[in-house]
């Protein structure tokens, strides 16, 4: 132990903190990184291609596995169907497992082919919307095979124009298809309804806003929960007040994670605005401690959901894990104790003084402790660079999978 | 009937328009103005104080009967509790009668009271959500006294500061008192529950969108219902969306109209974007036509609540009136039967022109020929001007009732 | 001389119009469309492929040549280097002439060059900035050679993360390089300077506003000038004031013509905010009629620039084109005479009124009137689709030029 | 020193931070806090007012020495005309004295006058342009007998419709006043012109943008330059390119200091975007750095200007003060040259954790380290809060001065 952290320490808990607890809750936290986070993309001017990107869903599963190996946090991966599609997933699995990995949630991907110009589950023609169903069945199983227990739908659906569409019917379109997927759900398997603003649709989206994903779960039932992607939202919403609304009513079942600062800019997470990131899991904690919202934060996905355009894919997803726990290792460190009184007290500048003091705090030290109890190296990044994978390969040259 | 009224006529009926329908909308709809529309009001950095402002409640209705006498379309008038809080209900009653009035919504007031500093219904101090509680209660005395149906609540609870409240605590003293209120209702009688992104609250506001209003209303019960202000959304929101899903859900009662380029600048409905007024109406058209949302359609309380900072108050509204007619004309014209078509046909550039072209569509034929058939001038602004109504009021003075 | 336009100039004119001016104004109004508005295009998620897509420069000037034969107002033709690069120019001239076309503005391309991942005239690299220069002057090479006199540059650089980039040095590297360009202008060339908030950069851009935009024009000198691009600016912006405060500092050279609901969505113009169009062009006509501001005016290059990813795209520009000319006529009506008067009397509604009020007024019979005096078509748009042109450029296949 | 610190100070040493260097920078770094902070304020619904409020400019700097005393980087403070307009300016001068104070900048007051509804410097009246212009001089006067040498200009005018105004004959009259006051400027006075998208003007803002300020100030001459408020911005806009930008053109002359989620909320600075903050601070020290723009960030006025709604006044201040401190410290620490090593090297992952891990360092060691060496306690905010002021002024009662 050093004497940097053996003084971090006695600071803290002369504040109150309960050191144990804290790192308890590091070494239990998981974040899942995406299969497509390991490829090319771009925007729609560009994609800059990078040497050495995997070519097939069983090298992305190994860059996953170095990410994992150096943050010790990132056990699962999200698929995306048909950009990782196999004959044979009993093969993912299993080389999966071999990697120390197992697959996250399934993705379907509603939004690429040409048959979806004008809608997929929204879509005016009866034999589209099937297809469309047909899709997220297909995921279904696919997740059953890969014993993942969770469906991620990002709809893409949308209308350019005004008139182009009838919203009603569009909805009435999607409702019906939902609740035949929803239907197909296993047992334990949940429905994660994604919302976005606008993009690829440019005059209305579908299901545009957290209210929308929440009407449709809700309409559904407790297998189907909302998933709030940090970059989905219109300039100015407050995220984490959205977060606790929805905890509150049991109806927030995961996160897309990254980072913007205009659109849905998808960079790396906690880049931009890492107070916000901090202050909603500020929310996600307090939620956990609280009876009636436990069960529902203890069942939350953490999934990153990242463009990386000009990154170097491997180290943009370990600076986006160790964000993510940095600001996860802040939002603990608050007294909730002091803030309750704080608050009940109407004392706006001593509640305000908590919440920012803990995120003013440097974790580093916390973190190495951390690391070095879970036999991890300290430095995430420096020892995944000295290692020489990200040399190793280059090997498999440029062109590997993107979105496709 | 003029010329141009016969050849404009045979244009849209030509098109398809059923202008005996038409006319018959036109000639039932009606617009509610707000009691506060004819005093004094302004920014935080000054009010402009005019001459001839109404000095209490029976003067504000008198102003209110001009707008009605000359457009014909504004019988009832919103009020404000306590900026119009009176003795004797009855005599407010029969002076409204006297004036061919009635009155409308009421409006408890739960940002202006001292006590409200920290929150109303959502204080964390049980007395102050008593007092507001009861407050409510006493505006549902009110409007059963003045033979009101309608409670719109706007409540600018909020918090400017990360730590400052705690979301959650907030979200359930509001549905308590929530509770207790709709459980005073009346039969006939509903609680229109408003949402604002932001102002006066700076960080968090409690109910900040239509997500929040429409699960509020949704717990509640059928007698509470959404209301859209017009001002209330982030940039880029798409209102006539939330309108048609609202519908659909059979949870929107009411709007409050005006305009904004940036925050909630309560500027006269139509001025910045008549577009998407328009967009709105030809929404609430669509649903009024349909079996499921008919209903929800017919009850929808259309009112005005604008600030006229810089305006002439009584010519401020006789244009918002005039605007929100001339929108709602407009979307009446629309040919919904080749509309649907289009939609169907995927028929992007067809659709979008129906649409578009009845916006365009001048309509002022057609609403000068309503008037006349309603017994009106067919310019009610000129006709408000010419009738000297605004000199006399002058006597008044200066420093009538602004929002106190 | 049908009865409605007959009754329609009867009105105006007793409104005070000076209708032989207005036809005037109209009859040389022009706009310029962009040889990459027939091609396809798309978001990052996809790009629907369309049946018919020109295949090369020859083919997009026939179908640029089609929407001038309909709206009888865009003989010029941008193009854009690379897509549009070919051996011999000379050739492209004498085809657009045969077609009744001219090459308008030489548009350089800076963003898709594997070099330009990290910037182009901004980049750290010497060799980079020199290529990309030598690029920009290659385009004024080909500007010579067609006859063009426009180089419209919109520069694509920025960074994705703070720290990223040096933000002065690479403003440095960028005057370097555009005093370089600018030098090599011809006598009667103008370089136009666009400016975008943000995207494909999600950080900074390098010439994120107008302010840039004039900075550098003004430094540069009298043959640069700023290009608007109404689809380039944060939400909320007032573009009508940056146009009429741009105008009065003679420093505006020219527009690109889009709409869009959120961020830069590069749809059809006017259909998403019309009164905004409006308001521009009532800003462009007022200032061609003030005699410090009248040569500044004369001389704005009104260009389209789109991304047509669901419509079909002649259709698209026709649209486009005739947007832009109703929203033109309607600014046309605006009594300016009355205008300046209600101005000077502080009287907000009567002025307001003025430019509404001409924005409301339905100018299709003016325009048709305009056509057939111009020795078209009443109806572009339908006369287009009844040529069957739409059909025969189907044998074209799928899968023309796209921005490549 | 405490053992913390000397930890502290090792790393940051072997990190090759010249820590010598630093709290030099720290020592001498000053902040301007405004009278008016220390009054109430409030939204257009309410003011609440507070106990304790003082009464008088006199008191106003008994409150702002107390701000001084504890953080020891508050020496002056702005005031505002007509809110402190006083008699005698010397007994002013000489009480900021004894309460070792000095009078900051001049602020005019430009929107509260029943005379300006339709504008000041930019009314189309020439009596009350004469009047706004008089009253800049009157400031003018003022800042030379309190021994000030900034003017800070906020404009306030604008309109709210379409039409209401000229936008180019407002912007003559605002470059003729603004020329009149130019001049009148003392020898080493400046001018500082503030910009703001929107409020209290609700269409358009006669000085809208940097850009605007940036053209008025270039125009009048090196004496005039821009004043920067954080909370004046549209949203998403990249302020600290902005600032760096203004310093490269040697046109930045101050701030006012606030922050914001949504329009000009005038927050408490850092409380919503601390990160914000710092990558200004960043680039305000990089330019300190370098030779070219050395001059203008040396003299660059930094201020506060902020609405305290629900905040005690005091408290609010200080920690705005702490907050620009932090921000301040954090900035210093970024290792510049391997900043630039990294940015040469298009090393993105490396250039932007350099500046981030800046931002993550606690400063708190160093400021506690600072204070005590400058003769301060090391916690401000606890020291001023037992030293009783805050219920000695109790017995100014309530009602004290806000804006008026």
Redesign the interface.
Known sequence: MS??YK?WEK?QQDKGVNIGWVKERLKSFKVETPSWGYGD??????T??QVGVPRNLFEKLEDAAQVNKYTGMCPTVAIHIPWDKVDDYGKVKEYAAQLGLKIGAVNPNL??D?DY??GSLTN??PDIRRKATEHMLECIDIAKEVDSNIISLWL?DGT??????????R??YLEQCLKEVYDALGDNMRLLIEYK????A???TDI?????S??FS?KLGPKAQVLVDLGHH?????V???V??L???GKIGGFHFNN????D?D??VG?????ELF?IF??LI??SL?ES?AQTAANIAYMIDQ?H????KI??MI?SVLNIQ?AYAKALLVNRNE??Q???A?D??A??????EA????V?PLLEAVREEMGLQPDP?ATYIKSGYGEKILSRGIGGKG?E
């Open positions: 004497d940097e003084l600071k993309s771009g925007t729609r001017f560009k800059f291609k939004f690429q040409d110009k004008f005016v023609k893409a350019n124009y005004p008139g182009q569409g009838d919203f009603r019917m909805k009435h603003c606008f993009e690829p440019f005059y209305h545009a806003d957290w209210g929308m929440y009407t809700s219109l300039q100015g919403t407050n984490e007040h959205i606790a609304f905890l509150d009513e913007r600062k205009y659109a800019d960079l790396i880049s931009i605005n890492p107070y202050l500020n929310e307090t939620a609280d919202t463009s355009c000009i990154e170097p180290p943009a600076r940095t803030l309750k704080a608050q009940e109407d706006v500048m509640a305000e003084a908590i919440v920012r995120f003013e705090t440097d580093q990044m979105w």
